[in-house]
């Protein structure tokens, strides 16, 4: 495996800190981990700890960093400055080598650690040394049914400058790209055609038309029975769709019904991203426990941790 791909380091002071090893010693030569392996997370309180056992080697490593705010993700769109954590004793790497293969919640999120397997080698880290993580967001859509690559608008490869509705929400991300309040998803189906709905045949699809009648009142306006259907805590239902005429037309596509009242509110952008955690450690020593090798590593890149973030509501900008 390339060095870039399998971190290797070097025993301080070579074999000279090898003279206390007996000849069955397991010697370690190399950390079978890099960018590309999924961590898995479990914590207590304001106690992390990230971790994986890799079952062909039985290869366990960990690390124990302490912030009350880490679970992977970030509001808003713009992604956090990388958290720099510095190694000591509430933050710590861990690595084993163990005598058979392991689940890694169990060995690792249990109160009471599991007896078995056995640790063979164990190395634990010094104070010195600095863990980066970075976060970022490797996949988001907001399933609107319009493709991410059809919400580029002006097609210049960068989906974030296409917001359509100026909320500061992107149209790939914005599950109603005109703020009507009638969701993208419901303004892009037509039941007479293929093609996407153009009601008042002004060049502007319905899905970014806020007056899609163009009767001169805005489409979300003409929820006239908002407030009517006000939740307890007097929250309107915001829903343009329910307020028809007698043929079932509704008033947002009616242009002869122009009654309005203001509705200054909008239906929450709810969507799915996945964040990514990179987790690189630098200038970091570690001790072997019970034994006398010492392990220096100018560059650890441990891994990352991924997590689902489902019915996550973005606001506006």
């Given at each position: 495996?390339?060095?870039?791909?399998?971190?290797?380091?070097f025993?301080?002071?070579c074999?000279c800190?090898?003279?206390?090893?007996?000849?069955?010693?397991?010697?370690?030569?190399?950390?079978?981990?890099?960018?590309?392996?999924?961590?898995s997370?479990?914590?207590?309180?304001?106690?992390?700890l990230?971790?994986?056992?890799?079952?062909?080697?039985?290869?366990a490593?960990?690390?124990?960093?302490s912030?009350?705010?880490?679970?992977?993700?970030?509001?808003?769109?713009?992604?956090?400055?990388?958290?720099?954590?510095?190694?000591?004793?509430?933050?710590?790497?861990?690595?084993?080598?163990l005598?058979?293969?392991?689940?890694?919640?169990?060995?690792?999120c249990?109160?009471?650690?599991?007896?078995?397997?056995?640790?063979?080698?164990?190395?634990?880290s010094?104070?010195?040394?600095?863990?980066?993580?970075?976060?970022?967001?490797?996949?988001?859509d907001?399933?609107?049914?319009?493709?991410?690559?059809?919400?580029?608008?002006?097609?210049?490869?960068?989906?974030?400058?296409d917001?359509?509705?100026?909320?500061?929400?992107?149209?790939?991300?914005?599950?109603?790209?005109?703020?009507?309040?009638?969701?993208?998803?419901?303004?892009?189906i037509?039941?007479?055609?293929?093609?996407?709905?153009?009601?008042?045949e002004?060049?502007?699809?319905?899905?970014?038309?806020?007056?899609?009648?163009?009767?001169?009142?805005?489409?979300r306006?003409?929820?006239l029975?908002?407030?009517?259907?006000?939740?307890?805590?007097?929250?309107p239902?915001?829903?343009?769709?329910?307020?028809?005429?007698?043929?079932?037309?509704?008033?947002?596509?009616?242009p002869?019904?122009?009654?309005?009242?203001?509705?200054?509110?909008?239906?929450?952008?709810?969507?799915s991203?996945?964040?990514?955690?990179?987790?690189?450690?630098?200038?970091?020593?570690?001790?072997?426990?019970?034994?006398?090798?010492?392990?220096?590593?100018e560059?650890?890149?441990?891994?990352?941790?991924?997590?689902?973030?489902?019915?996550?509501?973005?606001?506006?900008?």
């Amino acid at each position: 495996m390339e060095l870039s791909r399998k971190i290797l380091f070097f025993l301080v002071g070579c074999i000279c800190l090898l003279n206390s090893c007996d000849d069955g010693d397991i010697v370690v030569s190399n950390f079978n981990f890099d960018e590309e392996t999924s961590l898995s997370l479990c914590g207590d309180n304001d106690m992390n700890l990230l971790y994986t056992i890799d079952q062909e080697t039985n290869e366990a490593i960990s690390f124990q960093f302490s912030d009350d705010n880490f679970d992977g993700r970030f509001q808003g769109l713009d992604a956090p400055e990388p958290i720099s954590i510095d190694m000591g004793s509430s933050n710590k790497l861990t690595y084993r080598i163990l005598s058979e293969p392991a689940d890694g919640a169990q060995y690792f999120c249990q109160d009471v650690p599991p007896s078995s397997p056995d640790v063979e080698q164990e190395f634990v880290s010094t104070s010195g040394g600095t863990a980066i993580l970075s976060i970022s967001v490797t996949e988001q859509d907001d399933d609107d049914g319009i493709p991410a690559a059809q919400e580029d608008l002006n097609n210049n490869g960068n989906l974030f400058d296409d917001d359509t509705d100026g909320d500061g929400i992107p149209n790939f991300i914005d599950t109603d790209d005109d703020n009507d309040n009638v969701p993208t998803s419901v303004e892009i189906i037509n039941n007479e055609g293929d093609e996407i709905p153009d009601t008042d045949e002004d060049g502007t699809l319905d899905y970014l038309d806020p007056d899609d009648d163009d009767d001169g009142v805005l489409t979300r306006n003409e929820d006239l029975n908002a407030f009517e259907n006000a939740d307890d805590n007097g929250n309107p239902v915001l829903n343009p769709q329910d307020d028809t005429n007698a043929d079932g037309l509704p008033n947002y596509l009616n242009p002869q019904a122009t009654e309005s009242i203001n509705i200054d509110q909008f239906r929450p952008n709810v969507i799915s991203r996945t964040f990514r955690t990179q987790i690189v450690i630098r200038n970091v020593t570690l001790e072997q426990v019970n034994g006398d090798q010492t392990i220096t590593l100018e560059e650890l890149r441990l891994g990352f941790y991924e997590i689902t973030s489902n019915e996550e509501e973005v606001p506006m900008q």
